[in-house]
């Protein structure tokens, strides 16, 4: 059955904005999104709102509701309470560009940073052997829609923009994971790359990226952690720091 | 204020599965390309795949090879397939898969460590490579880190990552532009902020998908709204046979802002029955003749050949999407159906939950978070959903260059002729590889031997002032009633459904809309507006619309993804006819062409009696077209 629910949008641009209320029918079943495409066709012909698949499938409806970095698609409004009103706001680390819409463009260009994948030279193509244990770690990291909530969780730069340079955020440290997981890449330098260059170090495990992710990826556990032990064993390890010095291996 | 301008090689409008793979090729072979996308980087429709891409790679199954591939697509499409473009698809598809993986993807495996196949709709053999049921997303984002490589390697050798390939995100074109007859280029606008801007570049890619938005329930984003088609059409190049839509057998019905969200076949590959509120497994009523002999006509035997598949017929839950669509469609219109107008689809007597977790995951966080359904423990409500168009921009096989315009290529779904009147699952994600691929190989053999035409101020000017019209307007027609409007016309009269007296009716309707469409007005300014987004979809639409209720409407038979209750039954005579639409600057034409013939070396891979099931008796005697 459709009833009416209290709605507060935060409507505005970089150089002004706030928080409007308008109240909006919702029927049974239905997600933030919805409403808030129903408030745009009926109330506010221009309200600027990101979103695609509207299945939980492409990250692009990320924003903020009731102050939680969540996608709107996949977040029921029979969710909170009768009488509640419901809060949505943009992504709070990345600048504004109008209404619920943000400038999330520091995630390609993280994106770009990253050393890409090497396949070993000689294997030609069909010839690759992997057991489905060994790609199993991987395939969870490529499970990453790219909703970037982990990125604007993260309190490295959700409160200090001027960490942003020196620090790719839980999703692209979670792809150097990934390559350095993957049987097949030849890379050896991407633990040091991780520490030295993209701020894993900065990472103090609090698990906030993990608890919003849509896709339940243990971000922290089974990617950031493995990759901090990684480093310590390159670092740390005296044998391991001799023969680096001796033979003058790159990595490992 | 000063127009922005670019200048590039190849210009590719679509950041899905098939234009990435067009840049990739062309940007290997040293040119400089642009990517436009509407959306941001990454969240083009391809992400959205589930189940897999076909290629007979012959991991599972060694008896699998092109051939057999070859010969499933046509059945599948009820012979009105290209027969070029599936021969070229089914050869090439196993290369475009390995390539993935050398990109870095990660598929599935077999004990072997090969590439795992699973079975799929109209599939004789386990063809399709897959990730769980995120196959898309596996594509695309392998895709956009090879293009990132490639910029790397830019980097490293001009001091520019974007020297030689450059993504424009949350940019719509609303013009291809041409110059004596020649592309020259795109005008569009950035989505952003409502600025406008002009491309100049000697050849083009359209890779924008499909048109699912202009039906009501669909399993499309808000980005297929048919762009490539239209913008196809103005330019000059025609379509080839709108009238075939494919309605996925199962998309979610319950809840209603659930509707349409697609349930990927991979549940049915994976041992999912269909019953009716009866309890009844309905899909043994539904087999056509042309497919008896392949499926099981009992449930014992369907049941086993999930342990046995050299022994026994398949089950007919695997039939291909239009047959199985048409089926559920016909069981809630007796009566049995579920109160929200489905039927049920259980894989939670077939598989135990963890395997289920393991092998549809996206589905099972897809009922549960959705719908409050847990598919280790209940079935799922299922019916139909408005999911691809198998018509398209008419091209030439080989270059994928679309007939009639110089410079202009067009693959993926929104390429016609390679799935004629109906698409097998898993032929999307390889057509995209395959054809992406051969389109970037056509457009720089083009740019080759062309250079480029500059675009004169009166087509700017054109294209600027087309822009600037609806805010020009006051108190006009409001976007979001008219396309509810639309949607309800499609959904109505042109639907899974067809009949001729409904189908001019939707003629006369949507020409209607279309009239009033000219008098948008859109409220508030240029940034980040979607009422003025949405004002150029709507015009793709229309003309999409059009183009699919007028072939429709001429094609006097029922085959594939398109029903007429008025003339029920495939025609042998129809099967030689594709219908090509064409826009004169006001409406589109649709006009009957004769099918290209095989040739003998393709004829000959059928027994002449299933080919005496879809041709005429002289198509038959005759034995091939050489």
Redesign the interface.
Known sequence: MARSIKLRIWRG?STDGGLKDVVVEA?????VL?VIHRV??TQM????????????????CSMEINGKPRLAC?T?VASFGEEETITVTPLRAFPI???L?TD?SFN?KK??E????E?PAE?A??E?????ID?ER??EF??C??CFLCQDVCHVVRDHEENKKSFAGPRFLMRMAE?DF?PL?QRKTRKQEAQEQHGLGFCNITKCCTEVCPEHIKITDNALIPMKERVADVKYDPVRWLGSKIRKREGL | MTLERHKYDVLVIGAGGAGLRAAVEARESGLRVAIICKSLFGKAHTVMAEGGAAASMGNVNDNDNWMVHFRDTMRGGKFLNHFRMAELHAKESPDRIWELEVWGALFDRTKEGKISQRNFGGHEYPRLAHVGDRTGLELIRTMQQKIVQLQQKDGRETGDMESGIKVFAELTITDILKENGKISGAYGYWRESGEEVLFEAPAVVIATGGVGKTFKITSNSWEGTGDGHALALKAGANLVDMEFLQFHPTGMVWPPSVRGILVTESVRGEGGVLTNTNGERFMFKYIPDVFKDKYADNEAEADRWYEDQDNNRRPPELLPRDEVARAINSEVKAGRGTEHGGVFLDVSKRLPAEVIKKRLPSMWHQFYELAGVDITKEPMEVGPTCHYVMGGVEVEPDTAAAVGVPGLFAAGEVAGGMHGSNRLGGNSLSDLLVFGRRAGMGAVEYVKKNTATPVSDAAIKAAAEKIQAPFDRQGGENSYSLHAELQEVTHNLVGIIRTGSELKEAIAKIAEIRKRSANVAVAGGRKFNPGFHLAFDLDNMLLVAESTAKSADAREESRGGHTRDDFPGMNNKWRQVNHISSFDGEKVNVRAQSLPPMPKELFDLFDVHELEKYMTPEEVAKGGSN
């Not at chain 1, 029927?27 to 997600?31: A, C, P, S, Y």
């Not at chain 1, 990253?114 to 994948?117: D, G, L, R, S």
Request: hydrophobic content about 35%; aromatic content about 6%.
């Open positions: 641009d029927n049974e079943g239905e997600v919805d745009q066709a012909g221009d309200l600027a709102v990101r979103w695609n698949c509207k299945a939980g499938k492409c990250g692009s996949m029921q560009i109008k209404d819409v999330v390609y994106a770009m990253i050393p890409a994948y396949p294997l193509p069909g690759a052997r992997m057991e489905q790609v991987s395939q490529r499970k829609i790219e390559l993957h890449d």
